[in-house]
């Protein structure tokens, strides 16, 4: 529309036919959703301006082709926020719809009620000749009907006044003007929100009212414009009615019309021409949608795989290897909403420190470029082309790099998915499923090792162990991972699944890059994911107690509480590296602080059995280290406990003193001869029915008295489960 007020300006001398057959673009392209596609189109707009399922995108966003439009529209657009039971753009756009919809019926009853009562002002008109009829109560001529278009004067016509004004609406109906004018209402009717269209609406009208006039003087071989003026001058009350009706238009802009019709010149060759050439170009440029010419990407048959590498401010952020087929899909699905600029690529990359690089490999490689400038977003391709692309395609590419690409964050996130996975099923096996995308890093050193087993008890006291898996490597992602059990060895009671990833430092050398674990212990519970939480301690304590709260991966609460000596204080490891947790730690330690330095820790290690039947058989009261319970972390060569002393106990646990010998090898390169032998004051304590862990507290010798560590031991309260 815009376009077509520019060219009506520029058009302004020239006969208004030409104005008029401009406005016939304009309701093709309100009333058709689709034309064709040419180099030659006058228009910006985007080959999809709206997606259609912009309510369903996280980032919701125009594409007019329009930049100043695009900018000022897209921020605005409200995205989707997780948890919502529905979509705020959802919301806007069926109130809009309802709102839209009101608008049309409105547009419809007004114009049907307006017929009405023009048709009812026609009672008793007569018939002139063929389709002309005369009415006494009419004030102007008008053209009425669809199929069979009918005349209608005003009775008080002057015989001359006839002739011209017949030949006026004839030519209406030679052009088709009837048919055109109801299809420029109906285009109204549908877009009656834009203040656009009303101003084409109302300015065709002009244009084909003139048009018209023009044919007439050009028709007559004598001068009328004085006597024409003057009937328009007659015809200049009553028509607003006549404006609402699309089945009848009568004439209008008496003031523009006798102006025009008073300047008329027969018009010379050359304006016509020129006009003619100007119509044809601008009809053509504004009836063709603009030809879409994206970058060319092979296909995915002739792909092997497709390389990301992010740059920031000009350093590499680290590159993904895309192989999956689905993800290769998504990227070229991706890649196709682009559209070639004017611009042209001269460098081998971009002149510009942040971008992705994108190397497509296989039978036609390709290296493409994309970044974004000024809230647009571009893909280059050197030496060949800019092309403009959307938000959507940087943020598909994005995502998946991101996906890929491993971190802490994603590298936890896959082992935390798969570990949540895992599951006991009734037909006796245990299965788990990997995340469809594995992240990996650019050198392929840091990998995925998962080992898995399950615990049997043949007979009480003993245990019998199925290695399921044991650092298993080589893994594509996706996989679904079954194995069937060893009944045989006896009755379960435990499975246990660790999934890790592990950086490469050397030969058989690795570092622990992000790893976690889950166990199933009784009472199982089939057909059920194991439920994984971090695992957490909570201190909470005041000058004179202190209570812990251990919450396991399951979701399982432990606590117990304890009072604290005058001047004890507990922290956590993180100021103490000396107390640090080690990958045989169920949980970090806990410092014991007196006058701000460390005297000692507190850990809590798992049972030597979980089995009911042989913990029962547990003396707690007995001054005897019972290895059902300790052996985890007394049967060694190197450490041990002895002066094992129970304070207070129950029917199942007991709280204790001991000493704890050890020897540090460190320094003695594993001669153990040659080591000595280390002493610790020890607190331990147990309850095999609340917690299935022993507390072990281990104190630098001589830190506290003997009264101060048995009531420190006495004190330790075990609290239910959840509790």
Same mark, same amino acid.
């Given at each position: 529309?815009?376009?077509?007020?520019?060219?009506?300006?520029?058009?302004?001398?020239?006969?208004?036919?030409?104005?008029?057959?401009?406005?016939?673009?304009?309701?093709?392209?309100?009333?058709?959703?689709?034309?064709?596609?040419?180099?030659?189109?006058?228009?910006?707009?985007?080959?999809?301006?709206?997606?259609?399922?912009?309510?369903?995108?996280?980032?919701?966003?125009?594409?007019?082709?329009?930049?100043?439009?695009?900018?000022?529209?897209?921020?605005?657009?409200?995205?989707?926020?997780?948890?919502?039971?529905?979509?705020?753009?959802?919301?806007?756009?069926?109130?809009?719809?309802?709102?839209?919809?009101?608008?049309?019926?409105?547009?419809?009853?007004?114009?049907?009620?307006?017929?009405?009562?023009?048709?009812?002002?026609?009672?008793?008109?007569?018939?002139?000749?063929?389709?002309?009829?005369?009415?006494?109560?009419?004030?102007?001529?008008?053209?009425?009907?669809?199929?069979?278009?009918?005349?209608?004067?005003?009775?008080?016509?002057?015989?001359?006044?006839?002739?011209?004004?017949?030949?006026?609406?004839?030519?209406?109906?030679?052009?088709?003007?009837?048919?055109?004018?109801?299809?420029?209402?109906?285009?109204?009717?549908?877009?009656?929100?834009?203040?656009?269209?009303?101003?084409?609406?109302?300015?065709?009208?002009?244009?084909?009212?003139?048009?018209?006039?023009?044919?007439?003087?050009?028709?007559?071989?004598?001068?009328?414009?004085?006597?024409?003026?003057?009937?328009?001058?007659?015809?200049?009350?009553?028509?607003?009615?006549?404006?609402?009706?699309?089945?009848?238009?009568?004439?209008?802009?008496?003031?523009?019309?006798?102006?025009?019709?008073?300047?008329?010149?027969?018009?010379?060759?050359?304006?016509?021409?020129?006009?003619?050439?100007?119509?044809?170009?601008?009809?053509?440029?504004?009836?063709?949608?603009?030809?879409?010419?994206?970058?060319?990407?092979?296909?995915?048959?002739?792909?092997?795989?497709?390389?990301?590498?992010?740059?920031?401010?000009?350093?590499?952020?680290?590159?993904?290897?895309?192989?999956?087929?689905?993800? +290769?899909? %998504? /990227?070229?699905?991706? $890649?196709?909403? *682009?559209?070639? =600029?004017?611009?042209?690529? !001269? @460098?081998?990359?971009?002149?510009?420190?942040?971008?992705?690089?994108?190397?497509?490999?296989?039978?036609?490689?390709?290296?493409?470029?994309?970044?974004?400038?000024?809230?647009?977003?571009?893909?280059?391709?050197?030496?060949?082309?800019?092309?403009?692309?959307?938000?959507?395609?940087?943020?598909? +590419?994005? %995502? /998946?790099?991101?996906? $890929?690409?491993? *971190?802490?964050? =994603?590298?936890?996130?896959? !082992? @935390?998915?798969?570990?949540?996975?895992?599951?006991?099923?009734?037909?006796?096996?245990?299965?788990?499923?990997?995340?469809?995308?594995?992240?990996?890093?650019?050198?392929?050193?840091?990998?995925?090792?998962?080992?898995?087993?399950?615990?049997?008890?043949?007979?009480?006291?003993?245990?019998?162990?199925?290695?399921?898996?044991?650092?298993?490597?080589?893994?594509?992602?996706?996989?679904?991972?079954?194995?069937?059990?060893?009944?045989?060895?006896?009755?379960?009671?435990?499975?246990?699944?660790?999934?890790?990833?592990?950086?490469?430092?050397?030969?058989?050398?690795?570092?622990?890059?992000?790893?976690?674990?889950?166990?199933?212990?009784?009472?199982?519970?089939?057909?059920?994911?194991?439920?994984?939480?971090?695992?957490?301690?909570?201190?909470?304590?005041?000058?004179?107690?202190?209570?812990?709260?251990?919450?396991?991966?399951?979701?399982?609460?432990?606590?117990?509480?304890?009072?604290?000596?005058?001047?004890?204080?507990?922290?956590?490891?993180?100021?103490?590296?000396?107390?640090?947790?080690?990958?045989?730690?169920?949980?970090?330690?806990?410092?014991?602080?007196?006058?701000?330095?460390?005297?000692?820790?507190?850990?809590?290690?798992?049972?030597?059995?979980?089995?009911?039947?042989?913990?029962?058989?547990?003396?707690?009261?007995?001054?005897?280290?019972?290895?059902?319970?300790?052996?985890?972390?007394?049967?060694?060569?190197?450490?041990?406990?002895?002066?094992?002393?129970?304070?207070?106990?129950?029917?199942?646990?007991?709280?204790?003193?001991?000493?704890?010998?050890?020897?540090?090898?460190?320094?003695?390169?594993?001669?153990?001869?040659?080591?000595?032998?280390?002493?610790?004051?020890?607190?331990?304590?147990?309850?095999?029915?609340?917690?299935?862990?022993?507390?072990?507290?281990?104190?630098?010798?001589?830190?506290?008295?003997?009264?101060?560590?048995?009531?420190?031991?006495?004190?330790?309260?075990?609290?239910?489960?959840?509790?």
């Amino acid at each position: 529309i815009i376009f077509v007020l520019i060219a009506r300006l520029l058009l302004k001398k020239a006969p208004k036919i030409f104005s008029y057959a401009l406005w016939s673009i304009v309701v093709f392209r309100l009333l058709c959703p689709f034309s064709f596609e040419s180099v030659l189109s006058l228009l910006p707009m985007g080959k999809t301006p709206i997606p259609q399922d912009i309510i369903y995108s996280t980032l919701p966003q125009i594409n007019t082709g329009i930049n100043i439009v695009d900018n000022s529209i897209n921020p605005i657009l409200p995205a989707p926020n997780m948890g919502d039971s529905a979509n705020p753009l959802q919301i806007w756009i069926f109130i809009g719809t309802i709102i839209w919809v009101l608008g049309m019926l409105a547009m419809v009853i007004y114009s049907v009620i307006s017929f009405a009562k023009l048709k009812k002002s026609l009672v008793g008109s007569v018939q002139m000749k063929e389709n002309i009829y005369l009415a006494d109560h009419i004030s102007s001529p008008f053209v009425m009907g669809l199929i069979k278009p009918k005349i209608y004067l005003p009775s008080a016509l002057s015989g001359s006044e006839k002739d011209f004004i017949i030949t006026h609406e004839m030519c209406h109906i030679k052009r088709f003007d009837h048919i055109t004018r109801i299809l420029g209402f109906v285009a109204l009717a549908i877009h009656w929100f834009n203040p656009l269209v009303w101003i084409a609406f109302i300015l065709s009208g002009k244009d084909m009212e003139m048009s018209c006039d023009e044919a007439v003087m050009k028709k007559m071989n004598v001068d009328i414009r004085a006597e024409y003026s003057q009937s328009l001058l007659r015809f200049a009350t009553g028509k607003k009615m006549l404006h609402a009706t699309p089945l009848a238009f009568g004439e209008g802009d008496t003031k523009g019309r006798v102006k025009n019709v008073l300047n008329y010149k027969k018009p010379a060759f050359w304006v016509m021409a020129v006009s003619v050439i100007a119509i044809v170009a601008v009809g053509v440029g504004l009836a063709a949608n603009p030809k879409n010419n994206p970058i060319f990407i092979p296909k995915s048959d002739e792909i092997v795989s497709i390389r990301i590498e992010q740059i920031n401010e000009g350093a590499s952020l680290g590159a993904v290897e895309v192989v999956d087929k689905s993800e +290769i899909e %998504t /990227i070229l699905k991706a $890649l196709q909403n *682009t559209n070639k =600029t004017r611009k042209e690529s !001269v @460098n081998d990359s971009p002149n510009r420190s942040d971008y992705f690089q994108i190397n497509i490999n296989g039978s036609a490689s390709r290296k493409i470029y994309l970044y974004n400038d000024k809230e647009q977003y571009f893909i280059e391709e050197p030496y060949t082309g800019i092309y403009k692309t959307s938000r959507e395609t940087s943020l598909s +590419i994005a %995502t /998946i790099y991101t996906q $890929l690409l491993i *971190t802490k964050e =994603t590298a936890t996130q896959f !082992v @935390n998915q798969t570990l949540s996975t895992f599951k006991l099923n009734s037909d006796n096996t245990i299965s788990f499923n990997l995340p469809r995308v594995i992240p990996t890093d650019e050198g392929g050193k840091t990998k995925l090792y998962i080992s898995s087993s399950a615990t049997f008890s043949p007979e009480p006291g003993t245990s019998s162990v199925q290695e399921i898996l044991d650092m298993k490597e080589g893994w594509q992602g996706g996989e679904s991972y079954t194995e069937k059990l060893d009944a045989t060895r006896g009755k379960l009671t435990q499975l246990f699944l660790r999934v890790a990833f592990m950086t490469a430092e050397g030969e058989n050398s690795y570092r622990e890059y992000a790893a976690n674990y889950v166990e199933f212990t009784q009472p199982f519970k089939f057909d059920t994911p194991v439920t994984v939480t971090n695992k957490s301690i909570e201190i909470d304590q005041t000058e004179r107690y202190a209570v812990l709260k251990y919450t396991m991966q399951n979701g399982d609460i432990f606590s117990f509480k304890l009072e604290l000596p005058k001047g004890l204080a507990l922290a956590t490891s993180e100021n103490y590296p000396q107390y640090a947790q080690t990958s045989d730690m169920d949980f970090s330690a806990v410092v014991l602080v007196k006058d701000t330095k460390a005297i000692g820790s507190l850990t809590v290690e798992s049972f030597g059995t979980d089995d009911k039947d042989v913990l029962k058989q547990v003396d707690t009261s007995k001054n005897v280290l019972p290895m059902a319970i300790f052996s985890p972390i007394a049967m060694s060569n190197h450490a041990g406990f002895e002066n094992y002393k129970v304070i207070k106990s129950s029917a199942t646990g007991a709280n204790a003193t001991a000493k704890y010998l050890w020897q540090d090898l460190t320094d003695y390169g594993g001669r153990a001869s040659e080591a000595p032998w280390l002493k610790a004051d020890s607190i331990l304590a147990y309850d095999y029915e609340k917690m299935p862990f022993v507390i072990n507290v281990n104190l630098t010798d001589g830190s506290l008295s003997t009264g101060e560590i048995e009531d420190l031991a006495k004190s330790i309260v075990i609290m239910a489960a959840n509790g």
